[in-house]
């Protein structure tokens, strides 16, 4: 008889230093508590996550791999190798969802060839709850990753997106490095047009959290602190 195949159980990461317990479900200690292969972005941060966890669980038990954009096919093969001799596995990102703007959807595709059973626990991801918060248009929306480095690359790309909203009635989203949130801010109120909304979503699910849809045109009178705190930038051009 054939051994029976582990699980890959995808669990999400607070969006920064607050209890897990406040924004998350409680049955997630109970898959840390009986797992013990687990596949982190960071070793460093997952191991303290688990400690947040589970602080009687013994780290030196722990089989752990770490996942980042340059892990190849075949590493990711490897990380395999425990749920296919029968042991469930835990994939635990730096900060929100796995597999949301997350190299470990690859993983998560390679678990499902496999046959492996992947389980998804609810848990904050910033972009869903920028969304949720903006008042934009939920129907209709597109997330986008990162606008390009380049200014002149960066103002044609908001143009093109500026486009596609109007046409399409679609809000577009964005994330940007903590430490160039300003410069991408102000690319934004300086090359979108003053009736289009934009919503600034930043520290979302912690007591410093912000959140507020203006138009560009009301967005240029007003100030706010964006450096080095995780933020989600959407906006919409109206049709009318």
């Known amino acids: ?40 972005e960071k070793e460093k941060i997952g191991r303290a996550y688990i400690k947040r966890w589970c602080p009687e669980k013994s780290q030196n ?73 903006s008042g934009l248009n939920g129907q209709q929306f597109a997330f986008n990753g990162y606008l390009p480095i380049d200014k002149q690359a960066c103002k044609q790309a908001i143009k093109n997106f500026e486009r596609l909203s109007y046409s399409n009635n679609q809000t577009q989203v964005f994330i940007e490095t903590p430490y160039r949130n300003s410069r991408c801010f102000e ?28 138009t560009v045109k009301d967005w240029k009178t007003s100030q706010l602190e964006l450096h080095k705190r995780p933020s989600v930038f959407l906006f919409l051009r109206p049709s009318a």
């Open 61 to 133: 038990e722990l089989h752990v791999q770490s996942l980042n954009k340059h892990t190849t096919r075949q590493e990711l093969l490897e990380m395999l190798s425990p749920c296919l001799s029968g042991h469930n596995m835990a994939l635990i990102t730096d900060a929100g969802c796995p597999g949301v703007a997350d190299p470990g959807a690859d993983l998560v595709l390679l678990a499902h060839q496999s046959k492996i059973i992947v389980r998804p626990f609810v848990g904050p991801s910033s972009i869903l709850l920028a969304l949720m918060a």
């Open 187 to 214: 690319l934004l109120i300086n090359h979108l047009s003053p009736n289009t909304l934009l919503s600034v979503a930043c520290d979302l699910s912690l007591p410093t959290e912000v959140i507020h849809t203006k």
């Open 1 to 40: 008889m054939n051994k029976a195949i582990g699980k890959l159980f995808l669990i999400p990461n607070t969006l920064g230093y607050i209890s897990p317990e406040n924004v998350m479900s409680h049955s997630i200690r109970d898959i840390i508590d009986a797992t013990h292969h687990f596949v982190f």
